[in-house]
């Protein structure tokens, strides 16, 4: 029974990881009915920016300042920067095509993803680079429940995820911005007529959800230590699966999918085989889109004609 | 694609033909060859280029370029199979190069040593049909989703279903498929008694097989079939008002893609005489729809020629240092020539462009000699031409990754002023892709393809949806 805990903590930890990478993608399918494909290589860009912070703090064994502040260093940075390059890549890909036929944006993302991947590769090199999370946070200080486990980055990440969805919840349902972001999401013309700022909410849902993958690619780097171009289309993938499976543009449904496809593929990983866990999360998203095409709590769109 | 000049036909809606009117031509003696050019027929057209095809191993090919005409034309096939269901029907399909794997790896285990005691050696005669039949049915299984899915879900599912493919490959049944090792010593296509063993022998089955593809594609896209495509791509609620049958109409789309697709996949799988789960992966995809948004989707010969092209660009030109060098200056030196207009503009831009090189560089190298100390890395005449013109620092990398920063920020800065400031900013952005060019991408041409390959899809769409050869659809507000 420990066995299982414990998977399904790891599954936990992984899928608040995969639920804030959904939510940022799902909140920009819901003002601009765009899949942005490029949204798994922002998750990328983030965590190069946490590994050259660390370097830039004299590297894992000898960081010249204390952890917490190197942790709000990158995470700060991270979402900012990426936030920026979310907005940046906005206006000038996705703008232009506004009003263009569904397909035009589509493949301008796809443009954008393979243009991140390569410039990362042209700029980083195709190496792996490591973290050395260990280094700097002992793993071994972490809760012991029993006999399960969960270290110190296990808890991190929890709680930061945690704080972000409530955050985000709060922000979407209780501010002005929020209010609009609803707007725009439910009707952009009708939005604009009653006086919202369109361009300015795209840009700030951009900015938010950008930075929401920041961050999660710091924390992807605290976790799985590795940092390479192409872990953003891995983490895209599982991020369009906990969007699609949650109901893309429904914010509880990106948390509810990112967990379901975290603790699944823990629990696939720990009880069947390794090899096979991706093959059966995208069984779990086809099954789901066959029962419910709107996902678990998308609700269904009418056709207007 | 030609317009009568006395107006509007009969049946069509004044205004849209007026649009279409409006078409952009080349400036001056370009324009002319392509509004006679434009006065030929589609099927002589299709005639010589594959004659011109057929006689392309006369000139005496070397293997390497034989090698990239091979791969330009199974890029070409997939395009043109894909844009049935992409640019006829309107379905965003992302797991089509799942089709072109099946084809091969179905190829591959019917005619290789991998499954039974001494293998099944099929002859293409029977193994073609049984394939594609496959590939049809699984088309059809893809396309069941579409039923339901509206749009993006759409494409959502069937990239998984792409990925699922190659997850597959790389781990089911690794003594049938091989895992990542794939399948080897696959058979060369053999039927009638006649094996296809040469490359040349290859090329020409593919400029054939495309040739022949094409023309059944044309005589299907004005069946009734094909309109009814069109009409599904352009209002489902519709055209299903119109009685048709609207799911059906999307499966047989999917079918006949994937039955193309198949078709590719098996002189693939034979040329290469092995296949690996990575042949079938997302670059290959990007790669089939760059060339079909370059030609323009929607278009047999636009999705045909912009698959060439890019692939000639991509695998043949963007190898060597040399050609690439060439070809990087040339198009860009073309694209200056075509869109700056009136030309005064255009020789202030390049006057000053040549003159901020020149004075850059010679400041450059009296503040310090190691700011100068490398040369272009372009070789050859350019090379010589841009030596006090380009300033290549003594640590050219980390000079380029930064130049390569401060370029994208350049071009995005670029596309959003306007009027004077576009051109003053216009001339350090030149300048400045020259240095990042010497300095990093030339060096490095297989992340340069790559990113070519992402600036095309982006590019194209913002610039000219419809790509070169397709034409600009008109758009109704709903």
């Known amino acids: 029974m420990s066995f299982f805990f414990q998977e399904l903590v790891n599954g936990l930890t992984t899928g608040a990881l995969y639920a804030l990478v959904a939510l940022g993608f799902s909140m920009v399918y819901g003002v601009l009915k765009l899949l942005n494909f490029a949204h798994g290589d922002l998750y990328m860009v983030g965590a190069y920016i946490g590994f050259f912070v660390i370097q830039w703090f004299g590297g894992a064994q000898h960081l010249s300042i204390a952890v917490p502040l190197l942790l709000v260093i990158m995470f700060v940075l991270a979402a900012g920067l990426v936030g920026g390059l979310g907005v940046a890549i906005e206006r000038f890909a996705y703008r232009p095509l506004r009003d263009a036929p569904r397909i035009a944006p589509l493949i301008t993302a796809i443009g954008v993803s393979f243009f991140l991947e390569s410039s990362a590769l042209l700029l980083f090199g195709a190496q792996y680079r490591v973290y050395n999370t260990a280094d700097f946070i002992s793993l071994s200080s972490g809760i012991q429940i029993g006999s399960v486990t969960i270290d110190s980055v296990q808890i991190l990440v929890l709680v930061l995820g945690v704080v972000l969805m409530a955050g985000l919840q709060l922000l979407v349902n209780r501010t002005r911005l929020g209010r609009q972001m609803r707007a725009v999401a439910a009707d952009r013309e009708a939005a604009e007529m009653l006086g919202i700022n369109v361009n300015f909410v795209i840009t700030a849902t951009f900015f938010l959800g950008s930075a929401l993958a920041g961050v999660a690619g710091?924390?992807?780097?605290?976790?799985?230590?590795?940092?390479?171009s192409t872990i953003g289309f891995i983490a895209g993938l599982k991020a369009f699966t906990a969007a699609v499976v949650g109901g893309i543009g429904s914010i509880p449904g990106a948390m509810l999918g990112g967990l379901v496809i975290g603790v699944?593929?823990?629990?696939?990983?720990?009880?069947?085989?390794?090899?096979?866990?991706?093959?059966?999360?995208?069984?779990?998203?086809?099954?789901?889109m066959l029962i419910r095409p709107s996902g678990l709590l998308g609700r269904a769109q009418l056709q207007k004609v | 694609m030609s317009v009568d000049p006395q107006g509007p036909k009969v049946g069509a809606d004044e205004w849209v033909a007026r649009q279409a009117h409006r078409r952009e031509y080349l400036p001056s003696w370009l324009g002319d060859a392509q509004r006679r050019a434009e006065r030929i027929g589609w099927w002589p057209r299709l005639a010589i280029a594959?004659?011109?095809?057929?006689?392309?191993?006369?000139?005496?090919?070397?293997?390497?370029?034989?090698?990239?005409?091979?791969d330009a034309l199974v890029i070409a096939l997939l395009a043109v199979g894909l844009n049935i269901v992409v640019g006829w029907a309107g379905l965003l399909d992302l797991g089509y190069v799942a089709f072109f794997g099946f084809g091969a790896y179905g190829y591959a285990l019917l005619s290789s040593s991998q499954l039974g005691a001494n293998g099944i050696h099929l002859p293409y005669w029977l193994s073609l049909p049984i394939v594609m039949i496959?590939?049809?049915?699984?088309?059809?299984?893809?396309?069941?989703?579409?039923?339901?899915?509206?749009?993006?879900?759409?494409?959502?599912?069937?990239?998984?279903?792409?990925e699922a493919f190659v997850e597959f490959t790389n781990n089911v049944a690794p003594s049938k498929l091989g895992g990542p090792n794939g399948i080897t010593g696959i058979d060369p296509i053999q039927a009638f008694g006649v094996q296809l063993l040469?490359?040349?022998s290859y090329f020409y089955l593919l400029v054939i097989v495309l040739v022949v593809t094409m023309a059944v594609l044309r005589l299907l896209e004005y069946s009734r079939t094909g309109r009814a495509w069109r009409a599904v791509r352009e209002d489902p609620l519709a055209?299903?008002?119109?009685?048709?049958?609207?799911?059906?109409?999307?499966?047989?789309?999917?079918?006949?893609?994937?039955?193309?697709?198949?078709?590719a996949g098996t002189i693939f799988a034979a040329q290469q005489a092995s296949v690996f789960p990575t042949d079938f992966d997302t670059p290959i995809l990007i790669l089939i729809y760059a060339g079909l948004i370059l030609g323009g989707t929607g278009s047999i010969a636009g999705a045909a020629t912009g698959a060439l092209v890019v692939?000639?660009?991509?695998?043949?030109l963007l190898r060597s240092p040399a050609e690439a060098s060439l070809l990087f200056y040339g198009l860009g030196l073309l694209t200056l020539l075509v869109k700056l207009r009136p030309w005064r503009r255009l020789a202030a831009v390049l006057g000053a462009t040549i003159a901020l090189g020149f004075a850059a560089h010679a400041i450059a190298a009296a503040i310090s000699s190691s700011a100068v100390a490398t040369g272009p890395q372009s070789s050859g005449w350019l090379g010589d031409g841009l030596r006090d013109w380009v300033i290549v620092p003594a640590n050219p990398q980390t000079a380029g990754n930064v130049g390569f920063v401060v370029l994208v920020c350049l071009a995005i800065a670029l596309v959003q002023v306007k009027g004077r400031w576009r051109t003053i900013l216009l001339v350090p952005t030149i300048y400045l892709a020259a240095f990042v060019w010497e300095t990093r991408l030339v060096v490095e041409p297989s992340i340069t393809r790559q990113l070519m390959i992402g600036a095309i899809l982006i590019v194209m769409m913002i610039a000219r949806p419809q790509g070169l050869l397709g034409q600009r659809r008109v758009e109704v507000a709903t």
């Open chain 2, 311 to 316: 692939m000639v660009i991509y695998d043949g």
């Open chain 2, 134 to 162: 496959g590939a049809a049915l699984l088309g059809l299984a893809v396309g069941l989703p579409s039923r339901r899915l509206l749009g993006d879900y759409l494409a959502i599912v069937t990239l998984f279903l792409g």
């Open chain 1, 218 to 228: 710091i924390m992807g780097g605290l976790l799985f230590n590795q940092v390479t």
């Open chain 2, 50 to 70: 594959g004659l011109a095809g057929l006689a392309l191993p006369l000139l005496g090919l070397g293997g390497f370029q034989l090698q990239v005409g091979i």
């Open chain 2, 239 to 263: 055209a299903a008002a119109m009685t048709i049958p609207v799911n059906r109409v999307k499966l047989s789309a999917f079918a006949c893609a994937a039955m193309v697709a198949a078709l």
């Open chain 1, 264 to 288: 699944a593929e823990s629990f696939v990983t720990g009880y069947i085989s390794s090899t096979y866990s991706n093959l059966i999360v995208f069984g779990i998203l086809i099954v789901v």
């Open chain 2, 198 to 200: 040469t490359n040349t």
